[in-house]
């Protein structure tokens, strides 16, 4: 199986960032890690494994990214203004490096975005965000509010980044359309604290005519195993 490894210096970041590659064809999957997590966690955690035979087969190629949430919603000594602007340039290196890389190594138009936890909001909001560079969303264990993390503030980046707000607000005929082509899957533990978030967001879509599968597992279901579980079942790469 194809294992390549990038670092590079981000300009929209302006230091080095890195990323793993696992497999030689198939769609194109976006995989962010949970919370402050790095760009090899779901390696160290066995999710690369259950994905072997998609893998070998060519049906998914997978772009292991790194986060920034120690530098943006997760640093509480910054200013929430702060936070929500480095977000905001994490989207950019995102659109204007990694998808630009993921391209190099692969033509297929098909694009996924997964995660699980706060793996979990950087898929659905980047998806939502761009709902022309994305054909399918696998949230796991995700949350979908961030305003628990701007302490009351409120301003563009929060709004723009925090997809229960920005989608009722989505009125321009050619991105519903998109959000509306888009395979849309939600899966939360039933005894899960963020169950509620999944619920919100699914509703929210489906309000804007925008379709969505909400998956609801018994128990709490927020952790590595039951996320293992998940990801063959809902992350589709194959005809």
């Not at 949970?34 to 997978?62: A, D, K, M, P």
């Not at 490096?97 to 979990?120: C, D, K, M, R």
């Not at 054909?135 to 723009?160: A, P, Q, T």
């Not at 597992?217 to 589709?236: C, E, K, Q, S, T």
């Amino acid at each position: 199986m194809l294992r390549h490894y990038h670092r590079w210096f981000s300009p929209a970041l302006t230091r080095d960032m890195e990323l793993l590659v696992f497999g030689h064809h198939g769609a194109r999957v976006l995989v962010f890690p949970t919370s402050r997590g790095r760009f090899y966690e779901w390696e160290n955690h066995g999710l690369i494994g259950v994905l072997s035979e998609h893998l070998h087969q060519g049906w998914l190629q997978l772009f292991c990214v790194d986060s920034v949430d120690h530098e943006s919603w997760y640093n509480w000594h910054a200013h929430p203004a702060e936070r929500g602007r480095r977000q905001a340039q994490y989207d950019r290196y995102l659109t204007d490096e990694v998808l630009p890389l993921t391209q190099q190594y692969n033509a297929n138009p098909y694009l996924i975005t997964t995660g699980a936890s706060f793996g979990g909001y950087h898929a659905s909001n980047f998806a939502l965000r761009h709902p022309h560079r994305v054909h399918r969303l696998l949230s796991m264990s995700g949350l979908h509010d961030i305003k628990r993390f701007s302490l009351g503030w409120y301003d563009e980046n929060v709004y723009f980044h925090c997809p229960v707000d920005f989608l009722p607000g989505e009125h321009d005929p050619a991105r519903l359309d998109a959000l509306r082509r888009m395979d849309i899957i939600l899966a939360v533990g039933r005894d899960d604290g963020l169950r509620a978030s999944n619920e919100h967001l699914s509703a929210v879509l489906w309000s804007k005519g925008i379709g969505n599968a909400l998956r609801i597992w018994d128990g709490f279901a927020h952790d590595w195993p039951v996320w293992a579980r998940m990801l063959p079942l809902y992350i589709g790469g194959h005809d």
